[in-house]
Structures are given as C-alpha cells and as structure tokens.
C-alpha cells in the first residue's frame, strides 16, 4: 500500500473498533516509516504498534515512528525454532536468548507496551521456547505472542500448547498471550480460536485473512465465531463494530487490488446467497434455516437469491416480484420452465436472462422492438473534433440527429440520445473480438440504465462503432419492453382492485 492507502485503512479500522493496529515495520523503507509515523499522529483510540527485529536499530527506528502516537507498541521478534536458528540466524540458544531479553528492555524504553514474539514458535523445542518466554516477561514484557508462522499446527495441539504456555508463565508474571496464526493448511481460524480457548486473549488477525503465503487468519471470521458461537465463547467478547466488517473488506480488496474469493466465509459475495431449491425454500420461510449470521450484522447488503438449475419455484417468484413482475400462477410455471432449460446451457443466469424469458413468455404479442437503426455515420482523427449522425426508426417515424463527443462512440451515443430525447447512465460497456484477422468481428456488450430500470444490449459488426451503436439501441430496446411490461401489469392490478 502507499503511504495515502495506509491512513485510509487505518482510519477504517478504527471505525471497525480495533484495539491495536500493527501499522508497519520502519526500518525496512523510509515509506514504511512515514506510513507509521503519520498513522500514529492521525489515530486517537487504537493502540499503534510498530514491527522490529530484536536489533537495537530496528527498534530506535520503531520509536521515532511511534512519537506522536497516543498510546504506543513496539512488537518484537526472534526465531526460536532450530531449523532457523542454524540456517536463518546462524546463532545459538543462548544467543537467541540473550538477543531477546536485551530487546524487550531497550523497546521498553521507547514504548507503553512492549510486545515479543518467539518466531515459528510451533516448531519450537517447548522446554527452550517457555525458557525465552519467562525471561522476556522479567525483562518487561506486556505481551507474548505464539506464531504459528509455517501454518503448521493442528488445533488441539495449538490448544494444549497455549495452555502450557499460560501455565508456566504464571510464575514469573501474568502478560497477555497472544497468537498469530498462518493458514497454510486452512487452519488458522480453527487454531486461533483454539488458542483463545486455552488462554490466548490476543489474536492476531488481518481483514479478508491477507497476508504472507496462503494468508493469515481472517478478522471477520474469528469475531463472527466468537459472537455466534457463544456456547463456547460465553465469557469472551471483541470491541468490533460488526456492521463495519464488510465495508471495510471491501475497501481493502480495492485498495490492494485482491479480489475476495466468491466463497469466502463472511464478506465473499456468495456467503449469503442461496442456489439450491430446497435451501431458498427454507430461508424464504426463516432465514435461520440456512444462515447462521444475519447479512446486516456484518454490513452487508442482503440475502441473495440466486436463479439456477437448483432453484425452486417459490425462489423464482421471489425474484420476479424483486424485479417488478407480479405473474400468475400459471406464467410463473411457463417462465420457470424456460429459466430450468436455460441453466442447463449456461453457467449463470442473469436478471436481464429471466426479463427475456418473461418477453418470449408473457408478452409475445409485444416483443417487437420499437427502435431500429438505420444507419450511422462519424468522422475523426488526429485533426478533427469526433462527430456522428444516426438515423433511428421508431415505430413509424424516422428521427435523425447528430452530435460530437470524445471519441466516435461517444459521439454516436450522444447522437443516440439526442434523436430518442433519452439518457441512460452507461453502467458498462465491453468489447471483444469473435474472430480473428483484421476484418474480425467485434462484439459489444453495454448495460445501460434508466430509472430503476436496467438491461444489457449486445451488437457485432466489423466496425466497433457500429457494433456499439447497434449494443446502445438493443439495450434501449430491452429497458423499453420492461418498462412496458411494468406498466401493463401495474394498469392490470389496478383494474382488478
């Protein structure tokens, strides 16, 4: 991220509630530093924290970041496994050991909290890492802090490791234990909530679970366990603003650019959608049947009803009355059918798929387009302002109308526009090509939007000009017939009230 990226981030984070934010790692640029050192001086209630390796440069360069923060931590860090201390470090026990108390006391100079971690703790020999872990707590440790660095632990394992941990800890001192766990084999949630269960009251955790390899463990989905599994976790609690979680997920995928797999736990679009008939029967009834969070208490928009192979009867007519179409009975058995062969051949129905079906279905009388281009002309270069005439049917009538812009397909779209007296919001426009050589055909494909009334529209020729013209004209076509459609049912049930 940039430095700009960062302070956006971090202001979200707080507004999600977070009690620490680890902002950065100082001596590794000079971005990193300024990064820390203006979240530090911008956030007023989270604790800011700031990585360093148990090396007296690293942590002055931490506590210069940190000055103007409210409330301070500097974070710690050493191997204690023994393939990194022979291969990595190339240093001893009692090297590593001595690194570590000389650490923890020099960062307590500089900081409110001191936290250390014991890397690749999981690998570690226990007898030598609960040695290293006693010492930093005489040393002035507030935090220790057990990585699960490799992903490597199983959650039982973790648990009675945490508990031995805690345990031997008690006698030198009473800090807080926290993990940090990494999700190389899709354990990292299951391993952190184990090790809250055996002592653990720090988690370490990323938004979307980001983070090195196969990630770290996911915020969203340790918070949402804790509150919805409160069988388990009746005396454990988080600070997080729920509602805030899905917002704040979405700005971090496009700050990063990292898109959330579909089926990811809590903020993945698919975590609260519904294909399966007998799945959407069930949540049409109550949603408790098949969602265990209600979609609001993590921000995110609402169910989803999603129109597939699967897909029921009853969940079809849901959606139609979501799109403005209140069908009868027997129109609902037509358009279901055609929706049930549909699905077979394609991977994904669309709404606008199921607007084509009602048109073929319900309204056959009136599926003749009411536009139809004629013809459409533009000239451009290097030298010349971009202009364009359209000649467009419509019904009986013949309307032309020119117009220029900043391309030749915006110029044909304000052409368009002008002649039918429309504007539609452009909410997507694509090309491609459907064959090769340089007299390929392109095809066009535009969404456009009038109202609360959407469609798409597609159109082919070996002018890409063209081919957007005849795109704009199909999707205004569409969005006319839905708007027709509408209009006779609403005159419909008005009659029959």
Partial sequence: MTQDEKIKMALALEKLGVDIIEAGFPITSD?????????SRRLEKPVICALAR????????????????????????????EIHMKYKLRLSEEEVLEKAIKSVKLAKKYADEVEFS???????????????????????????NVPDTVGYILPFEFYELIKKIKEAISEVGNPI????????????TANTLAGILGGARQCEVAL????????????EEVVMAIKTRKDFFSKFYTTINTKEIYPASRLLSKITGVQVPPNKAIVGQNAFAHEAGIHQDGVLKNPLTYEIIRPEDVGFPSSQIVIGKHS????????????????SP?????????????????????????EAIVFEEILKTQKEDRYELISVNFAGGTELTPTATVVIKDGDKIRKASASGDGPVDAVYKAIQSCLALSPELVDYSVK???????????????????????????ISTDIVVASAKAFISAINRIEKVSRIKRNLSLSETRAL
């Fill in 118 to 144: 014991a890397e690749d703790a999981t690998r570690s020999d226990p007898d030598f890492l609960i040695k290293v872990f006693k010492e930093v707590v005489k040393a002035g440790a507030d935090v220790i």
């Fill in 208 to 219: 979307n679970g980001i983070g090195e390899r196969a990630g770290n463990t996911s915020l």
């Fill in 330 to 354: 027997e129109e609902i058995k037509a358009v279901y059918k055609k929706v049930k062969e549909l699905a077979d051949k394609k991977k994904r129905i669309y709404d606008e798929d199921i």
């Fill in 312 to 327: 029921g009867r009853h969940a079809l007519a849901k959606k139609l009355a979501e799109m403005g179409y209140e069908l």
């Fill in 31 to 39: 971005g990193d530093f300024e990064a820390v050192r203006e979240i």
């Fill in 177 to 188: 234990i926290s993990v940090h766990c990494h999700n190389d084999l899709g354990l990292a």
């Fill in 54 to 81: 148990c090396e007296e440069q690293d942590i002055e360069r931490a506590a210069e970041a940190l000055a103007p923060a409210k409330r301070k931590r500097i974070h710690v860090f050493i191997a204690t496994s």
């Fill in 433 to 459: 090509s459907i064959s090769g050589g340089t007299d390929a055909q392109g095809e066009v494909s535009v969404v456009l939007k009038i109202g609360n009334v959407s469609a798409n529209g597609i159109g």
